[in-house]
């Protein structure tokens, strides 16, 4: 008898020092603590960088050959010689793709707090890539140097089309779209880790959308005003967003992580936690959100910008 009351006890304890710790994580902010928050952040990146040095470590093959590729075409660039025919075109377009890759990570990274590089760079680029086409009536001319984006003298004049001005940017798009879909790994990884260690799997399930509907009703009981009603008609809204793509990416999976990729989606971060979630495969996640970041959301922008910029609408 004395055991049993114990471990009930015990039971109770735990319970309790669980729910405390539950309630201390959500307090634990950048702006309510930014020393522990600071700590915490640097314990983590110190854990992926051991792990990242013991995944290099245990498949040390493909790190010496990576390591000899990369110290054979720093030397290959530093020498002359005529192979740098061919190493300036390597060259240029290794750090082009390097920069786009980089800028489409920094749009989507951080839960959607990232910099949003396609108003900064991306939209900008194809909208004077539209103007300079439609001016010169032609696409001889050059988007990087010196002479970027001036018409030149012996130009083959032809109508410019929506598919040759896609062609003209495509690749920058495309790399950018390819960032973005990179960009929104951490949250999957996240959840995934989450909900196998089974520690936060309530937090990051349906109560959490339920916390939600219920503050919104009990505020309502206590409180009135427009902007109330309004804050809460968007935490309803919110929520019920919350709860729609989880049922549609927990039953359709691929389809469901596409059809969300594909369009302007602010939410899309919690697509991401939703797939770790359910433990959708690393690999339907990610091609589900290549594709429809990389080529259907991109060419649905491109064409967007590239209607906005032409001479014709500018002009009106």
Known sequence: MYNEEHLEEETAQIKTLRNQQKLRR??????????????????????WIRSGL?????????????????????????????????MVPITHWTVLGSWWILLGVASSIGL???????????????????LAATECNSLDFDTWGE??????????????????????????????????????LPPYFVARSAKRSSERLKEL?????????????NDTNK??????????????????????????????????????????NPLFDLAGLT?????IPFHTFFMATLVGKAVIKVSIQVCITRFSFSLKTVSY
């Open 147 to 184: 002479n970027s984006f001036l018409c030149p003298p012996n130009s083959r004049k032809s109508e410019v089309t929506i598919a040759a001005i896609v062609s003209k940017v495509w690749i920058e798009a495309f790399l950018w779209g390819v960032g973005t879909a990179i960009g929104e």
């Open 223 to 264: 409180k009135n005003g427009y902007f109330h009603d309004f804050k809460v008609w968007i935490t309803s809204f919110v929520a019920k967003q919350i709860q729609s793509m989880f049922r549609h990416l927990g039953n359709f999976r691929f389809l469901g992580i596409l059809l969300f990729a594909s369009i302007p």
């Open 275 to 279: 797939a770790g979630h359910f433990l």
């Open 205 to 217: 399930g349906e109560d959490d959308v339920n916390d939600v509907d219920i503050v919104g009703v």
């Open 112 to 130: 959607g707090t990232g910099l949003h590089t396609f108003l900064l760079y991306l939209g900008p680029y194809i909208a004077q890539v539209t």
């Open 54 to 86: 013991q995944f290099l470590r245990e498949r040390y093959i493909i790190s010496t050959v990576i390591s000899l590729l990369l110290l054979t075409s720093v030397v290959l660039s530093s020498m002359e010689g005529y192979h740098q025919k061919y």
């Open 26 to 47: 959500k307090t634990i902010t950048l702006f309510n603590a930014p020393i522990e928050t600071s700590r915490y952040f640097s314990l983590i990146m110190l854990g």
